[in-house]
């Protein structure tokens, strides 16, 4: 009997399955077991039963049609509690990334990732560890960052929210820039805006606003 930990590959795109099940099966430590094109694909291999037994691991991609990672993941999970689902992605999709963390997966890593890291992610979500890339953490935390102001009625834009936040949190015009990617010239338009409509006089009355209104803790 294969002691093997075994692999399941879910992605849309023949040619990145090739060279995943390629690059797995180079390691002897790793077999792949099942390939599947989608989500719902997925589901329905495991739920029919794949001749090889259970994967381990199943190794899915966050971008894809008529299921994507995320729903894919939730689902699975909510059936077969002991699988290990590491997302790989593409596009740093804040909320399907923030979907995915709530639904259970254990491992997010970029497509970009070396074959070792590809092997060290799957290793660690084989003993429960998580593996997080930079930019997939600055992602989830975006993501994160949106829903908490989402509910807020206050008139702001989701961009102007995510300026005040960062601003509670103490961050300069320039960290802002850089987190959120935009120019200062722009994060100056914001706070300007912020402080219209917030109706107040400085930063500091801003980030003090942000904690009154519970979004800071």
């Known amino acids: 009997m294969s002691d093997k930990i075994k692999v399941m590959i879910v992605d849309d ?4 399955r090739m060279g995943l099940k390629t690059y797995i099966m180079l390691d002897p430590g790793f077999e792949v077991i099942a390939e599947a094109s989608n989500g719902q694909e997925a589901v329905n291999l ?18 894809m049609p008529v299921m994507n990672g995320a729903e894919a993941t939730k689902e699975l999970l909510s059936r077969y509690q ?6 790989l992605t ?3 999709e804040d909320d399907l990334v923030v979907q995915s963390v709530e639904a259970g997966a254990v ?7 070396s074959a070792e890291e590809l092997i060290y992610a799957l290793q660690g979500a084989y003993r429960g560890m998580p593996v997080m890339t930079g930019d997939v953490a600055q992602a989830l935390t975006r993501g994160l960052r949106q829903r908490t102001v989402q509910s807020d009625d206050s008139g702001m834009t989701e961009r102007e929210k995510e300026v005040l936040l960062l601003i509670a ?19 100056k338009t914001h706070v300007s805006n912020l402080l219209m409509k917030c109706e107040l006089d400085d930063r500091t009355q801003l980030a003090i606003y942000a904690h009154r209104q519970g979004w800071v803790s």
Do not use: C, R, W
């Open 107 to 113: 491992s997010y890593v970029l497509k970009t990732v």
């Open 13 to 16: 795109h023949d040619m990145v």
């Open 46 to 63: 495991i739920d029919q039963g794949i001749e090889d037994g259970m994967p381990d691991i199943i190794l899915m991609d966050l971008m």
């Open 169 to 187: 949190e103490g961050k300069t015009n320039k960290d802002i820039a850089e987190e959120l990617h935009i120019s200062i010239k722009t994060v």
């Open 90 to 92: 593409s596009f740093l």
């Open 82 to 87: 002991g699988l290990k689902i590491v997302i």
